[in-house]
């Protein structure tokens, strides 16, 4: 399997839930991503790892929580999230986390907050 | 920070058509890219500007980086129903430290 791949690609969710999503990227980056895409919103950056080091953190609520094993894999763990909190999740990666560097997408997943 | 304004937000138009979507900004970037997003799917790479007056051609696609590289355009020859899509900019900082900011896109629909 090449490029970067997302699991799942859709997910229902009660506010009460725990649920994580899963991001594997074959390309050998060095950094990886967790953005929010919303109706009307700009991609949100959530989340910046570099070799497997966090480094960015967008003021995101802690209901939010990434994890990131090794360099290819990447999780969002998630629990009491609330309505608003519906998007499409993207991960992404790139060779470097320096803004020049092409980001390679997942197909993202579609999370419903019920 | 560094905001990048695209416009159209929503365009509709024929096969055939031409068009022309913007990306512009008051801020100076190192380069910019765009990419494009077809639904259900995460956005993929079409092209990175880099020099200021920049022009790449990509088939029917063509893009422009501003002489002052704080502004972008795309330009669609005979747009095909394939071309339907979310159009995103992307801007590197001069800083080179940042991830990219992007904006919030061009929604394209081609009718057949």
């Known amino acids: 399997e090449t490029g970067v791949t997302q699991t799942p690609r859709h997910l229902v969710m009660g506010m009460t839930n725990k649920k994580s999503l899963k991001c594997e990227q074959h390309?050998?980056?060095?950094?990886m991503y967790w953005y929010k895409q919303s109706a009307k919103k700009p991609l949100e950056l959530m989340f910046v790892?570099?070799?497997?080091?966090?480094?960015e953190n967008n003021s995101v609520p802690s209901r939010f929580s990434p994890e990131c094993p090794n360099s290819s894999h990447l999780f969002l763990h998630l629990h009491t999230l609330q309505p608003e909190d519906s998007a499409l999740y993207l991960c992404?990666?790139?060779?470097?986390?320096?803004?020049?560097?092409?980001?390679?997408f997942g197909p993202g997943t579609r999370l419903t907050v019920t | 920070t560094q905001l990048l304004e695209q416009s159209p937000q929503f365009l509709s138009i024929q096969e055939g058509e031409n068009l022309t979507v913007y990306c512009n900004s008051s801020?100076?970037?190192?380069?910019l890219q765009w990419y494009r997003q077809e639904p259900g799917e995460g956005p993929v790479l079409l092209v990175t500007?880099?020099?200021?007056?920049e022009v790449k051609k990509l088939k029917r696609l063509t893009f422009q980086f501003g002489d002052a590289r704080k502004d972008s355009s795309l330009h669609i020859t005979a747009a095909q129903t394939g071309d339907t899509g979310l159009y995103l900019c992307?801007?590197?900082?001069?800083?080179?430290?940042?991830?990219?900011?992007f904006g919030k896109g061009t929604r394209l629909s081609v009718i057949a």
């Open positions: 790892y570099s070799l497997e080091e966090r480094v």
């Open positions: 500007v880099v020099t200021g007056g």
């Open positions: 992307a801007g590197s900082s001069t800083s080179g430290n940042t991830p990219l900011v």
């Open positions: 801020s100076v970037f190192s380069s």
């Open positions: 390309l050998g980056h060095n950094a």
């Open positions: 992404a990666s790139s060779q470097d986390r320096q803004g020049g560097y092409e980001q390679y």
